[in-house]
C-alpha cells in the first residue's frame, strides 16, 4: 500500500497549471526575431559555402539557382513579416515555403551530380521547413 498512496495523493492533488504553461511570448519586432528567419539565414549561408566549391562551369548555372532559391526563402520570410493584410502575410510564407521546396530539389540534384555532401543542408532544410509550416499556421489562425 505504500507506493500506491504516493499515486493516489498525485491523483488528488491540483495540478500546478504553471508547470505545464511556457513562459508568454514577447512579440517579434523586427523580421530578425524570429526564429525561423535567423535558421533560414543560416541555411543560406551554408548554401553559399557549399556552392563555392562548385565547377567553374556551375557558376551561373546551378550554384546560381541555388543561391537564388535560397536567399528567398528569408527574403519572403522578412517581406511579409511587415504586411499588414489578412492575406499578404500567408501569402509571402507560401513563397517562401515553395522556395524552400526549390531548394530541396536543387539539393538533391547537387548531391546526385557529385557537388559535395548535402546532407547536413537537407537536415537544416527540414528544419526551416517544419518552423515555416508552424509559423505560416500560426498567421492562419490568428486573427491580426
Known amino acids: 500500500m505504500g507506493s500506491s498512496t504516493g499515486v493516489r495523493s498525485l491523483e488528488h492533488t491540483p ?24 535558421k533560414a539565414h543560416e541555411l543560406v549561408l ?6 563555392a566549391g562548385f565547377p567553374k562551369e ?7 539557382q541555388m543561391r537564388r532559391a535560397a536567399v528567398s526563402v528569408p527574403a519572403n520570410i522578412a517581406e511579409g513579416f511587415r504586411r499588414r493584410g489578412k492575406a499578404d502575410k500567408p ?5 517562401a515555403e515553395a522556395s524552400l521546396e526549390e531548394s530541396r530539389y536543387y539539393l538533391i540534384l547537387a548531391k546526385d551530380l557529385g557537388y559535395g555532401d548535402t546532407s547536413s543542408l537537407t537536415t537544416s532544410l527540414e528544419e526551416v521547413s517544419r518552423l515555416l509550416n508552424a509559423y505560416a499556421s500560426a498567421i492562419l489562425a490568428s486573427d491580426s
Request: net charge positive.
Open 58 to 64: 556551375e557558376t551561373y548555372g546551378l550554384a546560381l
Open 46 to 51: 551554408a548554401v553559399y559555402s557549399l556552392t
Open 15 to 38: 495540478l500546478n497549471a504553471s508547470l505545464f504553461m511556457t513562459a508568454p511570448r514577447v512579440a517579434a519586432r523586427t523580421f530578425q526575431d524570429l526564429v525561423v528567419w535567423r
Open 91 to 95: 501569402r509571402y510564407m507560401n513563397m
